[in-house]
């Protein structure tokens, strides 16, 4: 839906209005740039190299977002003005990220700009979501206990990095990196064992099915009985989560091999191994390598939850367990920011693996190409 430029100019005028009264002259000038970058960008329209005005933008809005955060500070809830002034800003940029979106550098420019535009949207969106996170809970004095605000969280990272480190030491250098080999690992030679032999493919996969729906809170504490509560028994859990997903990813590559090149091999006398060298084990990595990819977040969650059910003072979920009891909901917060950057760097450790091994996949194709 696109708003019309008198509407749009009619917001950013009460928003001028609003600032001016509100904010002072350094106000007053914010809102007139802002009012004059939403009303020229908004009809600007979409081609190549329009990543400048992008830029130009985007600075504009971190300027209005920095102004915006200085006035709910220094007060204990925000007026309308101010709010007013933040629908402004998502205007521009909601326009911003859609040119950034659809513009592509000109080749004379390299790869660079190119670079910079890709991850120039992830980055805005995500950077201006927690700007109203921020803007939100100061401005409406959310209650802390309910969600703190992320300037709260950054100080707790700061604060309580030494134990932040502990916890990520236990869970997951510990815990999800053993677990992890250990389940992908057997989970991709038992899928080479039973394309081998019929029978073990007939009687694992109904049974992978099977423990596959067990939930987590029903195998942790069996793990927990058996190997004890320090992070054996978190491995073991993850061992177990990621075990099935390889296998029934592997058998599913394995048996994706085309029929031609299979006759292809049989016409040259390959024997087993050969055409599992040659065709079907290339043939399978993009579904091994998507296997790893969905493993590398089931470990995390694995680990986590299984530190609900018994584990040393350190760990991830024992911190989370014990600081929601003490109602210190912005510990429990650094933790999961702490939990979430390690499995998004875990996850994409296997997606740059994935587009360096199968780059020559049609898949992986469309995705450079912009298809998907």
Sequence with gaps: MKFSLSSLGALCLAAAAAVMSAAGASGALLT??????????????????????????????????????????????????????????????????????????????G????????????????????????SLTTGLAVPQVLLPAPSLIGGVLMNAA??????FHQTFIRAVVPGFLVGCTCGFITAVASDRVPFL????????????????????PIMVM??????????????????????????AGLADAGRTELDLLHTYAADYWRELLSLRLPGAMPFILNALKVNSTLA??????AEFFGTPIVGMGFRISTEVGRMN?????????????????????????????????PSMQKRSQGDF
Excluded at 162 to 167: F, G, N, Q, R, V
Excluded at 201 to 220: C, E
Excluded at 300 to 305: D, E, F, R, T
Excluded at 335 to 356: D, K, P
């Design 32 to 109: 007139a740039i802002l009012l004059t970058a939403l009303t020229a960008f908004w009809s600007l329209p979409i081609r190549r190299g329009g990543w400048r005005a992008g830029v130009v933008c985007s600075v504009v809005i971190i300027a209005g977002a920095w102004a915006v955060l200085q006035r709910v500070h220094q007060q204990t809830t925000a007026e309308t003005g101010v709010w007013v002034f933040v629908a402004a800003l998502s205007f521009l940029a909601w326009r911003t990220m859609e040119l950034l979106s659809a513009v592509s550098a000109s080749p004379k420019e």
């Design 162 to 167: 030494a134990t932040l480190a502990a916890d």
């Design 111 to 134: 790869k660079a700009p190119q670079l910079l535009l890709d991850l120039s949207v992830p980055l805005l969106f995500g950077a201006w979501l927690f700007f109203l996170w921020e």
């Design 226 to 251: 058996w190997f004890g509560f320090d992070w054996q028994s978190k491995a073991a859990v993850v061992a177990v989560m990621t075990f099935f997903p390889m296998l029934v990813n592997t058998l």
């Design 201 to 220: 493919r007939r009687g694992l996969l109904p049974l992978g099915n099977l423990v596959s729906a067990i939930p987590i809170v029903g195998i942790a």
């Design 300 to 305: 995390m969650i694995g680990a986590i939850v």
């Design 329 to 361: 909901i912005d510990m429990v917060w650094a933790t999961i920011a702490v939990a979430a950057l390690a499995g998004s760097l875990f996850y994409g450790l296997f997606a740059m693996l994935e587009r360096t091994l199968t780059f020559w996949h």
